[in-house]
């Protein structure tokens, strides 16, 4: 069965810094696409990032670019999410997605498809 399982949420100030950590198990593949999302309350879930271990250029979303940072350990089925300057609009559930099953297109311009498994989320608060 699989799981993924997110951490590495909190609250900090403006101007700070977290990093996620998202990993996957119940898998033999160890490179498959994945991908961070958020839903602030009262709002879609929107794309946060995707990547496809090192097989694609990462796809970020306009409102993170230049200040988020993401990264695979694939031996590890490892996703990262390093936040910086992280300002009261980032904050929300931040949910990571799996897709060991190879339907999601990772490029920098996009990541389109369904993910089939995602984890519970972690919550991340920022302050003014």
């Known amino acids: 069965q699989v799981q993924v399982v997110e951490s590495g949420g909190g609250l900090v100030q403006a101007g700070g810094s977290l990093r996620l950590s998202c990993t996957v198990s119940?898998?033999?593949?160890?490179?498959?696409?994945m991908g961070w999302f958020r839903q602030a309350p009262g709002k879609k879930r929107e794309i946060v990032s995707c990547?496809?271990?090192?097989?694609?250029?990462?796809y970020y979303a306009d409102s993170v670019k230049g200040r988020f940072t993401v990264s695979t350990d694939n031996a590890k089925k490892t996703l990262y999410l390093q936040m910086n300057t992280l300002n009261p609009e980032d904050t929300a559930m931040y949910f990571c997605?799996?897709?060991?099953?190879?339907?999601?297109?990772?490029?920098?311009?996009?990541?389109?498809?369904?993910?089939?498994?995602w984890g519970q989320g972690t919550q991340v608060t920022v302050s003014s």
């Open positions: 997605a799996a897709d060991p099953e190879l339907q999601v297109i990772v490029t920098d311009r996009m990541c389109s498809g369904d993910f089939g498994h």
């Open positions: 990547r496809y271990g090192g097989l694609s250029t990462p």
């Open positions: 119940g898998l033999t593949l160890d490179n498959f696409p």
